[in-house]
Structures are given as structure tokens and as C-alpha cells.
């Protein structure tokens, strides 16, 4: 089936500690997405790719940094420098250009 | 001031009643707009798309008024399934940047 993976869906991380979340997609979209969404608010982009080996930052990209490598793998990785890494994080992929994302599971990252 | 601004919420109504949330978007350069759904603890989903119309998807109906900058959803005959967090959502093109801004959500409790 077509669709959105991201891994893993539960992660417990050291403080200090970096850690990658994975994002994969086979829906053949050209964008990518990385929101980061804390409990009661909504959702806020931390980067966006349009391109293979091309990405921007979104509004809070402090502390994240990400790569594009492949078409389909949006790898996110939150740095020891994000201060406050607590939150529910979600990939999304669209058509270049397209209003529609479509979102995976999401991941639930916890600093402890 | 939010971008895009929503009441949180509870509204906690019936079966059977009709509900309607509303949405504020502070952008005039927002060019499309949407309502997702998500459910406690997963992704969002996409509803429906809101167009200058109006729109009418089964018992939703979704209306734009761009000259006052609000986006409303009508749920008629509420179902306890239609329990959830709503998010208005607006995409802009600006600085050649196209992104979706989400609201906080208004979350609706259906009750028997």
C-alpha cells in the first residue's frame, strides 16, 4: 500500500543525546515535510524539502537538522541543541506544488 | 497575534445536533484553505477542502469569507464518531515559500 513510514513510533532519548527519526515514503512525492505538533497546539514546520539534496527551514528549525538524500527518506534528526525535544513529530509528503499532504503515524519523542 | 487562530474548544454537544466551528487567518496573501481532522494521539487527516463558494461534503459544509478572513465547518446530525480535533488549516505562497499553516484545532466532543 501506498503511503507514509515513520519510525520509530515511540523513542526515549537521554538528554544531550542526538536522535534520528525515519520518514519513507512510496507515494512518489516530491515534497517533504517535518512538523512538530505539542499537546493543545497545532502543528509547526521545522523543515520542508522539494527537491533531492535540497531542503528549507520552516519556522522552528533550531536544533534539527535533516537530510534528502533519497527521493523517498526525509531522515529528521533532533540535535542536543533543541532545548525543549518533548513533542509528537509528524512527516508529510505532497505533489510539488499540490495543497494536499498526507501525514504519517507520527513519532512520539521523550527527553528523559 | 496567531496566524491562524481557532477556539480550542470542548464544545461538548449531542447526537444528532448541528455544530459549527470558525477559524481566523491573519495572512491576506493565504491562497488555500482546509479542514483536517485528528483523533487523539494520531495524525491529521484531511476533511475537506474550503472553497470561495462554499463547499458541501455530506453533513460538513464548509465556507470561506475572505473579505472578513474566516473559514467556518458545519456538522449536521453530529455522530459520536465525528468526535475529534478540528484544524483549520491555510497554505501561502510567499518569499516562494508554499507551506500549511495549521490552527491550534477546536476539539469537539459528541456526546449520547
Known amino acids: 500500500d501506498g503511503g507514509i513510514t515513520q519510525s520509530p513510533k515511540y523513542l526515549f532519548r537521554k538528554e544531550g543525546q542526538n536522535v534520528t527519526l525515519s520518514c519513507e515514503q512510496n507515494l512518489n512525492h516530491d515534497a517533504m515535510y517535518w512538523y512538530r505538533q505539542d499537546p493543545g497546539q497545532g502543528l509547526r514546520l521545522i523543515y520542508y524539502?522539494?527537491?533531492?539534496?535540497?531542503?528549507q527551514k520552516g519556522d522552528i528549525a533550531e536544533g534539527y537538522s535533516v537530510s534528502r538524500e533519497k527521493k523517498e527518506s526525509f531522515p529528521l534528526t533532533v540535535t542536543s541543541a533543541q532545548k525543549n525535544p518533548t513533542a509528537f513529530y509528524l512527516c508529510?509528503?505532497?505533489?510539488?506544488?499540490?495543497?494536499?499532504?498526507?501525514f504519517g503515524e507520527g513519532s512520539w519523542l521523550t527527553v528523559v | 497575534r496567531k496566524e491562524v487562530e481557532q477556539d480550542p474548544g470542548p464544545f461538548n454537544v449531542p447526537e444528532g445536533a448541528t455544530v459549527a466551528f470558525n477559524c481566523t487567518y491573519s495572512?491576506?496573501?493565504?491562497?488555500?484553505f482546509f479542514w483536517y481532522r485528528q483523533d487523539c494521539r494520531k495524525e491529521p487527516k484531511l476533511l475537506m477542502s474550503v472553497y470561495s463558494s462554499g463547499n458541501e461534503d455530506g453533513r460538513f459544509t464548509a465556507q470561506l469569507n475572505r473579505a472578513s478572513q474566516y473559514i467556518s465547518l458545519l456538522i449536521r446530525d453530529s455522530k459520536l464518531s465525528d468526535s475529534a480535533t478540528y484544524l483549520c488549516v491555510v497554505n501561502r505562497l510567499d518569499t516562494g515559500r508554499r507551506a500549511l499553516t495549521f490552527g491550534s484545532g477546536t476539539r469537539l466532543q459528541v456526546q449520547p
Open positions: 508529510a509528503s505532497s505533489l510539488l506544488g499540490g495543497n494536499t499532504i498526507y
Open positions: 495572512n491576506s496573501a493565504s491562497q488555500s
Open positions: 524539502s522539494q527537491i533531492v539534496n535540497d531542503f
